[in-house]
């Protein structure tokens, strides 16, 4: 008998709950860090993994819970094939440092910063591809297809655009890179889709763009004033005891305070525009997604997720990581509904290692959004 | 007959539930459904989630991977009476902590290996470094270094650079280097002396402005000297290699536990190079009373260089503070150590008239300098 005709009328709709409790993750992160410690940071393998395997466990779809079924052995056999991949890497660099002639030198570092932005494209998307493979939900895995190397290259493209556009084309580039990833990811056989609302449907991703940048470029000249006259005031025959300088000290501190609380300020709001845009494109089925991340919010768990980090020095790290599910779980609304019993598996289990390059890139930040 | 335990059955095809009826026999879990039913042996269940999170108990077969089951409630304590063995924490606590152990052990002889076989082995392969590569490497570092600091040039700079070359190759002649040193002076605001790999020694003259006789001057050549013939530039390099290299490599993730190994690998390395400048000292007064010049005056030098830094001034433990965190030792330790030597030399190194050539020699004051900022004086 076929299983999927007789469940055919399962057409659920989505709930998304987060049922973590914070007591248990800071045992975790008292754990994590005292055997990373031990362990010459080896650990955190094992450390990322554990975290994991409690952040989709405590994350229920319609009442079921997401699995996470990586393992540290994994990621550390992803850790060995990298530092293959980045000792010959770095023996070169050091290399070209002794041996060139400065300017060839200079060369030498320009290609290798291309390359870097290049492979830091390609971890981002090996790092994503193997939290895929390892996330299922009812016995159901995730999965992300397409080309490292090509999203790699469309990556280093996008940088170069941006630096070039003094970044302007940075919110266009990171709609089309997460639109890249999610049109090739799949749920079982179930492909997401990228579909940008049109016309005033959609967020507009440029308006908060627009402010961020004027606030940062103010932010910025605010704090070349704040900090360079000071310094060159004391560093020529003026001299710091003269009372005119002082006198500017002042307000060049409270200059350089607003500078960095204002570009700091509309730089939240724009990443929370970003993060809404983005959860308004993907499609699932007949699913769409609606993310109410607010910016005071999200100013909120930025600021108190750095301050944790900072004053326990790095203890909270899964307790921060929890804050940020929660955060998104909670503000996170499903419309629509999907034929959860026409779903199947889909062939391949992914690779048999990751992240070594995220790893060693140190882009830790790599989890993927639910 | 126990009460049915009743479980949710995914059978790993597609993301439909089945409502499914559970049977612990010897044999392992016999599942039923509407649909479906499977058959899973005793000693291939997992136990893959013990629901202290969203309190739901989820179990996998390791002949299936992809099937599951989901227990809540009630049925877990019902399954948990008949399948006590599905509930046994101590296997994973074991497998754990062999993990554990087994991973301390390891980064302890990686530690081992990048902490104490690094350094040991940065001298044997400084001594195998071919002498070509070292004196490449050396014309490289220089090439960068002049971006920072300008050559002296001119004709008084020649004599002055000839008369200090003499003073060294007074103190090569006791010294055993592979290279021949080749002495330059540099325009820098920092009194200070270099030795480069493939022995160029550099000094600036900002040193040679503070120095008050000619043997001061030949004790801060034989200093940089005894770092070519030790070749500690060369050992430098094999060392920033290899901690940099494998540190590096090794150690990752979370912020500050990462830091502060290296920045403990950095600590570390800084105490080999005291460990080498103390070895030059020692080098160079052997080599100060073998060509017959005052190894004293060094002592004098270091003073003078202590007072302008206003080190002299801080208390002793004040010093050992900061000389952990310092690519030398102790100035004002070395200062005294050396002004203990003072002895009459057989000579100054140089006479009066050729020390006052090179003394009254600086960059500022050559008129052919072609940098100069005002165009010359």
Same mark, same amino acid.
């Given at each position: 008998?076929?299983?999927?005709?007789?469940?055919?009328?399962?057409?659920?709709?989505?709930?998304?709950?987060?049922?973590?409790?914070?007591?248990?993750?800071?045992?975790?992160?008292?754990?994590?860090?005292?055997?990373?410690?031990?362990?010459?940071?080896?650990?955190?393998?094992?450390?990322?993994?554990?975290?994991?395997?409690?952040?989709?466990?405590?994350?229920?779809?319609?009442?079921?819970?997401?699995?996470?079924?990586?393992?540290?052995?994994?990621?550390?056999?992803?850790?060995?094939?990298?530092?293959?991949?980045?000792?010959?890497?770095?023996?070169?660099?050091?290399?070209?440092?002794?041996?060139?002639?400065?300017?060839?030198?200079?060369?030498?570092?320009?290609?290798?910063?291309?390359?870097?932005?290049?492979?830091?494209?390609?971890?981002?998307?090996?790092?994503?591809?193997?939290?895929?493979?390892?996330?299922?939900?009812?016995?159901?895995?995730?999965?992300?297809?397409? &080309?490292?190397?090509?999203?790699?290259?469309?990556?280093? &493209?996008?940088?170069?655009?941006?630096?070039?556009?003094?970044?302007?084309?940075?919110?266009?580039?990171?709609?089309?890179?997460?639109?890249?990833?999610?049109?090739?990811?799949?749920?079982?056989?179930?492909?997401?889709?990228?579909?940008?609302?049109?016309?005033?449907?959609?967020?507009?991703?440029?308006?908060?763009?627009?402010?961020?940048?004027?606030?940062?470029?103010?932010?910025?000249?605010?704090?070349?004033?704040?900090?360079?006259?000071?310094?060159?005031?004391?560093?020529?025959?003026?001299?710091?005891?003269?009372?005119?300088?002082?006198?500017?000290?002042?307000?060049?501190?409270?200059?350089?305070?607003?500078?960095?609380?204002? &570009?700091?300020?509309?730089?939240?709001?724009?990443?929370?525009?970003?993060?809404?845009?983005?959860?308004?494109?993907?499609?699932?089925?007949?699913?769409?997604?609606?993310?109410?991340?607010?910016?005071?919010?999200?100013?909120?768990?930025?600021?108190?997720?750095?301050?944790?980090?900072?004053?326990?020095?790095?203890?909270?790290?899964?307790?921060?990581?929890?804050?940020?599910?929660?955060?998104?779980?909670?503000?996170? &609304?499903?419309?629509?509904?999907?034929?959860?019993?026409?779903?199947?598996?889909?062939?391949?289990?992914?690779?048999?290692?990751?992240?070594?390059?995220?790893?060693?890139?140190?882009?830790?930040?790599?989890?993927?959004?639910? | 007959?126990?009460?049915?335990?009743?479980?949710?059955?995914?059978?790993?095809?597609?993301?439909?539930?089945?409502?499914?009826?559970?049977?612990?026999?010897?044999?392992?879990?016999?599942?039923?459904?509407?649909?479906?039913?499977?058959?899973?042996?005793?000693?291939?269940?997992?136990?893959?989630?013990?629901?202290?999170?969203?309190?739901?108990?989820?179990?996998?077969?390791?002949?299936?991977?992809?099937?599951?089951?989901?227990?809540?409630?009630?049925?877990?304590?019902?399954?948990?009476?008949?399948?006590?063995?599905?509930?046994?924490?101590?296997?994973?606590?074991?497998?754990?902590?062999?993990?554990?152990?087994?991973?301390?052990?390891?980064?302890?002889?990686?530690?081992?290996?990048?902490?104490?076989?690094?350094?040991?082995?940065?001298?044997?392969?400084?001594?195998?470094?071919?002498?070509?590569?070292?004196?490449?490497?050396?014309?490289?570092?220089?090439?960068?270094?002049?971006?920072?600091?300008?050559?002296?040039?001119?004709?008084?700079?020649?004599?002055?650079?000839?008369?200090?070359?003499?003073?060294?190759?007074?103190?090569?002649?006791?010294?055993?280097?592979?290279?021949?040193?080749?002495?330059?002076?540099?325009?820098?605001?920092?009194?200070?002396?270099?030795?480069?790999?493939?022995?160029?020694?550099?000094?600036?003259?900002?040193?040679?402005?503070?120095?008050?006789?000619?043997?001061?001057?030949?004790?801060?050549?034989?200093?940089?000297?005894?770092?070519?013939?030790?070749?500690?530039?060369?050992?430098?390099?094999?060392?920033?290699?290899?901690?940099?290299?494998?540190?590096?490599?090794?150690?990752?993730?979370?912020?500050?536990?990462?830091?502060?190994?290296?920045?403990?690998?950095?600590?570390?390395?800084?105490?080999?190079?005291?460990?080498?400048?103390?070895?030059?000292?020692?080098?160079?007064?052997?080599?100060?009373?073998?060509?017959?010049?005052?190894?004293?005056?060094?002592?004098?030098?270091?003073?003078?260089?202590?007072?302008?830094?206003?080190?002299?001034?801080?208390?002793?433990?004040?010093?050992?503070?900061?000389?952990?965190?310092?690519?030398?030792?102790?100035?004002?330790?070395?200062?005294?150590?050396?002004?203990?030597?003072?002895?009459?030399?057989?000579?100054?190194?140089?006479?009066?008239?050729?020390?006052?050539?090179?003394?009254?020699?600086?960059?500022?004051?050559?008129?052919?300098?072609?940098?100069?900022?005002?165009?010359?004086?």
């Amino acid at each position: 008998m076929n299983s999927s005709m007789e469940a055919a009328q399962e057409r659920a709709s989505v709930t998304l709950e987060q049922k973590g409790g914070a007591g248990e993750f800071w045992a975790l992160g008292f754990k994590n860090w005292i055997l990373n410690v031990l362990t010459l940071t080896i650990y955190r393998f094992w450390a990322k993994t554990n975290t994991r395997r409690r952040l989709w466990a405590s994350t229920t779809v319609n009442g079921e819970p997401l699995e996470y079924t990586g393992t540290g052995m994994e990621l550390f056999k992803g850790f060995l094939l990298a530092i293959l991949l980045f000792l010959p890497f770095g023996v070169a660099i050091f290399a070209a440092q002794l041996f060139l002639p400065p300017a060839s030198a200079a060369g030498a570092l320009v290609l290798v910063y291309l390359v870097l932005f290049w492979l830091m494209g390609v971890a981002v998307f090996l790092a994503r591809r193997y939290q895929m493979s390892r996330t299922a939900w009812r016995g159901v895995r995730f999965s992300q297809h397409g &080309s490292p190397v090509a999203y790699g290259f469309e990556t280093l &493209s996008f940088t170069l655009l941006s630096l070039i556009t003094l970044g302007w084309f940075g919110p266009a580039a990171h709609m089309r890179l997460a639109g890249r990833l999610w049109s090739q990811t799949a749920f079982g056989d179930r492909p997401f889709r990228w579909e940008r609302p049109a016309g005033d449907a959609g967020e507009p991703l440029y308006r908060s763009f627009a402010v961020a940048w004027v606030g940062f470029f103010l932010g910025y000249i605010g704090l070349i004033v704040a900090v360079v006259i000071p310094l060159a005031a004391s560093q020529n025959e003026l001299g710091m005891d003269r009372p005119d300088v002082q006198k500017l000290l002042i307000p060049a501190v409270v200059t350089a305070v607003a500078a960095i609380l204002l &570009s700091l300020m509309a730089a939240v709001w724009h990443a929370a525009v970003l993060i809404r845009c983005e959860a308004q494109s993907v499609r699932l089925d007949g699913l769409s997604f609606t993310l109410n991340a607010r910016p005071w919010s999200f100013l909120w768990l930025a600021v108190t997720n750095a301050l944790l980090m900072i004053l326990t020095l790095g203890i909270a790290a899964p307790v921060v990581q929890l804050r940020v599910v929660r955060y998104l779980v909670t503000r996170l &609304s499903v419309a629509g509904t999907i034929d959860l019993a026409a779903v199947n598996q889909a062939a391949g289990r992914g690779p048999s290692q990751g992240e070594g390059l995220a790893d060693g890139l140190d882009l830790s930040g790599v989890d993927i959004g639910l | 007959m126990p009460p049915e335990i009743h479980a949710r059955y995914f059978d790993g095809k597609t993301a439909a539930a089945h409502a499914a009826t559970l049977a612990w026999g010897d044999d392992g879990l016999h599942i039923s459904a509407a649909a479906v039913s499977a058959h899973w042996p005793r000693d291939r269940i997992r136990r893959l989630d013990d629901g202290r999170d969203a309190g739901i108990l989820r179990l996998g077969v390791a002949s299936s991977p992809d099937e599951r089951l989901l227990l809540d409630g009630d049925d877990v304590a019902r399954l948990a009476a008949i399948a006590p063995e599905l509930f046994d924490h101590r296997p994973a606590r074991r497998a754990e902590r062999r993990l554990v152990i087994g991973l301390v052990a390891g980064a302890a002889a990686v530690g081992a290996a990048i902490f104490f076989g690094v350094p040991m082995a940065a001298r044997p392969l400084a001594a195998l470094t071919p002498l070509a590569m070292e004196r490449n490497i050396g014309d490289a570092i220089y090439a960068q270094a002049r971006l920072t600091f300008r050559r002296c040039e001119g004709s008084q700079e020649a004599r002055a650079r000839q008369l200090l070359n003499q003073v060294a190759d007074q103190l090569e002649r006791h010294a055993d280097s592979p290279f021949d040193v080749n002495v330059q002076m540099v325009d820098t605001f920092m009194p200070n002396a270099f030795a480069l790999p493939g022995g160029r020694v550099l000094i600036t003259d900002e040193l040679v402005a503070m120095a008050e006789s000619p043997d001061e001057i030949a004790g801060v050549l034989a200093h940089e000297i005894a770092h070519v013939e030790q070749r500690h530039v060369m050992q430098l390099i094999w060392r920033d290699m290899g901690f940099g290299l494998l540190l590096d490599a090794f150690i990752g993730g979370s912020g500050v536990v990462q830091q502060a190994y290296l920045a403990s690998g950095r600590v570390f390395q800084l105490r080999y190079g005291r460990e080498a400048e103390t070895q030059a000292d020692t080098r160079a007064v052997e080599m100060m009373q073998a060509a017959g010049f005052n190894p004293g005056a060094m002592g004098r030098l270091f003073h003078r260089l202590a007072e302008t830094t206003g080190e002299s001034d801080l208390q002793e433990d004040q010093r050992a503070g900061l000389e952990f965190l310092s690519t030398h030792p102790d100035i004002v330790a070395r200062a005294e150590r050396l002004r203990a030597l003072d002895a009459p030399a057989s000579g100054p190194a140089l006479s009066d008239e050729d020390w006052s050539a090179v003394k009254h020699f600086g960059c500022m004051n050559d008129l052919t300098d072609p940098v100069a900022p005002f165009g010359g004086r």
